[in-house]
């Protein structure tokens, strides 16, 4: 199934030029310049610098303007282009090892979970008409869904991960919080970078970028290219090939126009592919019995003896499947962008425009083994999307400063979901191959094509008012409207012809068939309109010590629920999540900025939450939709410590309370059994999957000059070493806390060696992922039958990177 591109890139991009042009006319004719206050603004950040103690001073757009990190009345991570190369961190399942508050786990890109302070992805996130609870943008730009950020991540400047709510300038879908990424900007100094490592499991990758003028002063372009591929670390038996592997192509071009001093533009398109073998679930053991002893009826083993079946293995550590259908998880996306930046009025007059594509080609065996069970279980994605965003910024001020905009979101996902039963389906599922149960599920076969679509506009508004030099009241507004609507229809389209069968026989066969897949086909509306805010009081006790307690209210979308309804629920529409956080947090520095502490208590109370609920009326059928409320409190702390100029430390702590603190309808955990009355359990207090208590993050850089010059003018020589540690308390990977869904505490510890020229003009060093191998899971289920299956994390892995930088 293709996809129509409805709306061309080209007219987008003449829109945003147009956008600013028009904005700024208007407040050209309104709004005179302010050289002083620009002026003033330079002299408070020159301030700033030098009463820091003049060290380096980390600059971040949290705030969609440059301020200070220490400054920011926020709670964030920032990872720098430095940090980043040090430690390879490429994608966001890599960057978590340096931010504890984070946790990306991708056991496929489109049901991959980015959580910031135990919330943000659920349940629903694997349902194309639901949303997620984290934004995700790069240079400026919001991803529509979370697979489009499950590619490497190239020729990176900066990346900030905001925690809590950022809905007032960041808009939908951050009640949990931002991932706000800015990659590298073409410059007129020429400059080029190339990188190329090696390493086990036929791991290679190999990146470059160049940059430079194109036209004078006036253009200047960069280009990055970027190949990362390994071959995988679980064998196949029965394909005799190798499993998660990995094979990801990303490229981009950028084009910067200085029209004139005032007046900026940025083009950027870029291109990636991602081919890989997975994701296949693998065998970690069988139960037969329940928690109460009762034995588990028709278990696994049962089923496997009528076929004749053994399993190859009983731990997902043996990296080993024979799952003979198809699997993949391939996908590509496109986009192209355009922002503008028009210095105006004493402040800058911002558009950027942009469309993006993603297309998701999965295959699933479903059963996992090596047997004809379920043949095919997948969705194939279409998405595209688009977006406008027009916003001021005045110049800042020592009294009063704010941003104003404009912002609206167009986005479609065609799906075409595909369920289909093979030849040992109808023993597996119903006890044995009679020729009535061989033509009710042997190649029975379902598709449904589902086409969610939404509309979104938004107003915002914020403001700072510095009341004295210290003290700093900021307020936020945002109203969001939103238009949803969205089509399934599932219809049978493979299987058995029955229609020269007797009428019992059709009316048996049909009874079978409706209980495994049934045609369904509905449609939905939903219209939502929302008010987002914040307000914040900051104190600035010193330049070096800063204090602040925020109160923040936002919603993440409501959604349409596109998939198969049990009869008992059949209403799609899924109200908005409604989220109340409270925060107070302190951002030091000590010892001439050699010393940073920064610390903050939260708490978020989310009503509605949506998840998977069950109707404790017969048939008991569970869908999504709502629950009452959860919460999320806790503590984070981050220390930055540089005693010597060749010697630092950055570690990161973070004590997540997240709760289910009204949820009396839901999933049961399988090893209850027939203790239940009915399949459904009051959650209530339970903890929220994808969730650890205690999570904490070490990073040491030191280097030393070796004394030593290396031939062909390449420079003096340094050694150094790079660290990164991960520790993280055990979690539920299950909305029902089931206890074979809990993957245990583990620590992951990521080492660098290198020497390089003290110019850094080039850098040989030695890498060692999962330095000490290591053994977690990054998902655990239990089946109805007994059967446990697992997600494996990588393996140690060691190799070379080699850097030349001209």
């Not at 297309?359 to 969705?379: E, K």
């Not at 999307?385 to 800042?396: F, L, N």
Request: charge should be negative; aromatic fraction near 12%; proline fraction near 5%.
């Amino acid at each position: 199934m293709k996809s129509v591109v409805r709306v061309r890139p080209a007219l987008l991009l003449l829109g945003g030029i147009s956008a600013l042009a028009l904005c700024g006319t208007a407040l050209a004719a309104t709004a005179d310049s302010d050289d002083q206050q620009v002026a003033l603004n330079a002299d408070a950040s020159a301030k700033y610098a030098a009463a820091a103690g003049g060290s380096e001073v980390v600059l971040v757009t949290a705030r969609r303007r440059e301020e200070t990190a220490q400054s920011v009345p926020i709670t964030l991570d920032v990872l720098g282009s430095v940090q980043i190369e040090r430690a390879g961190q490429y994608t966001l399942q890599q960057l978590q090892i340096s931010v504890p508050t984070l946790v990306a786990t991708n056991y496929n890109a489109r049901n991959a979970n980015l959580n910031i302070r135990g919330l943000g992805s659920n349940v629903t996130t694997a349902n194309d008409g639901m949303e997620n609870g984290v934004g995700f943008y790069i240079d400026q730009v919001y991803y529509g869904r979370v697979g489009l950020t499950q590619f490497d991540l190239i020729d990176i400047d900066q990346i900030e991960v905001l925690h809590g709510p950022q809905g007032t300038l960041f808009g939908k879908n951050t009640t949990a919080g931002a991932i706000n990424i800015t990659t590298r900007k073409p410059s007129f100094d020429p400059e080029a970078r190339f990188s190329v490592s090696g390493g086990d499991f036929g791991y290679y990758q190999a990146q470059a970028s160049v940059t430079g003028p194109l036209l004078g002063d006036k253009l200047a372009g960069r280009i990055s290219v970027s190949e990362t591929r390994n071959s995988g670390f679980v064998r196949d038996i029965t394909t005799n090939t190798r499993a998660y592997d990995y094979n990801n192509f990303n490229a981009r071009g950028q084009l910067l126009a200085d029209v004139t001093e005032d007046l900026e533009f940025r083009l950027i398109t870029d291109f990636s592919r991602q081919k890989r073998h997975c994701c296949v679930n693998l065998d970690d053991g069988v139960v037969t019995t329940y928690d109460n002893g009762t034995p588990i009826a028709d278990n696994f083993y049962q089923k496997a003896a009528r076929a004749g079946y053994t399993l190859p293995a009983n731990s997902a550590f043996d990296h080993i499947t024979d799952a003979d259908s198809p699997f993949q998880a391939n996908m590509e996306q496109w986009g192209v962008s355009l922002q503008g930046d028009w210095k105006l009025g004493g402040g800058t007059l911002t558009s950027v425009t942009a469309y993006r594509q993603w297309n998701w080609y999965p295959r699933n065996d479903n059963d996992i083994i090596a047997l004809p069970v379920i043949t095919q279980g997948h969705i194939i994605d279409h998405q595209q999307q688009w977006s406008q965003e027009v916003r001021y910024a005045s110049a800042a001020s020592d009294s009063f400063d704010y941003q104003v905009g404009l912002y609206y979101f167009w986005q479609i996902i065609d799906g075409y979901t595909t369920l289909q039963y093979g030849a040992a389906a109808p023993s597996w599922f119903l006890g044995s191959n009679t020729a009535l149960y061989q033509a009710a599920l042997s190649g029975y076969t379902t598709g449904a094509p589902s086409n969610p679509e939404t509309t979104s506009y938004a107003a915002f508004g914020q403001a700072n008012w510095h009341i004295t030099p210290a003290l700093t009241l900021t307020g936020g507004l945002r109203y969001s409207y939103e238009d949803k609507q969205g089509s399934y229809n599932n219809s049978v389209i493979g299987g058995a012809n029955i229609s020269s069968l007797p009428a019992a026989s059709q009316a048996a066969i049909l009874a079978i068939r409706s209980s495994f897949s049934r045609p369904q086909a509905y449609s939905a509306k939903l219209h939502s309109g929302s008010l987002s805010g914040l307000a914040t009081i900051s104190y600035q006790w010193s330049p070096a010590f800063l204090t602040y307690a925020t109160y923040s209210h936002g919603e993440k979308s409501g959604g349409i629920n596109l998939t198969q309804l049990p009869i008992s629920l059949l209403d799609p529409v899924v109200k908005p999540e409604v989220v109340d956080s409270y925060e107070v947090g302190a951002k030091t520095q000590w010892f001439d900025s050699t010393l940073t502490i920064n610390t903050s208590l939260f708490w978020t109370d989310v009503s509605d939450y949506q998840t998977q609920v069950f109707d404790p009326n017969p048939p008991y059928g569970s869908s999504i939709s709502n629950i009452p409320s959860v919460r999320s409190r806790g503590v984070e702390a981050s220390v930055f410590w540089a005693p010597l100029d060749n010697l630092s430390f950055a570690g990161g702590s973070s004590y997540t309370d997240a709760v289910y603190v009204s949820y009396p309808t839901g999933p049961a955990p399988t090893e209850w059994g027939p203790t239940t009355v009915y399949p459904y359990a009051d959650l209530s207090g339970k903890p929220l999957g994808s969730a650890p208590k205690w999570v904490f993050t070490l990073s040491a850089d030191a280097s030393h000059a070796l004394g030593i010059t290396a031939p062909a003018g390449l420079g003096a020589l340094e050694g150094y070493i790079h660290l990164d540690t991960r520790y993280q308390t055990s979690n539920y990977t299950a909305v029902s806390d089931s206890r074979y869904s809990l993957v245990g505490a583990y620590d992951l510890t990521n080492l660098r060696v290198g020497i390089r020229s003290d110019d850094v003009h080039w850098d040989l060093s030695f890498f060692a992922n999962n330095l000490f191998n290591t053994q977690y899971l990054l998902a655990r289920s239990l089946a109805t039958t007994g059967q446990i299956s697992g997600v494996p994390g990588d393996p140690r892995m060691v190799g070379l990177t080699l850097k030349v930088t001209y």
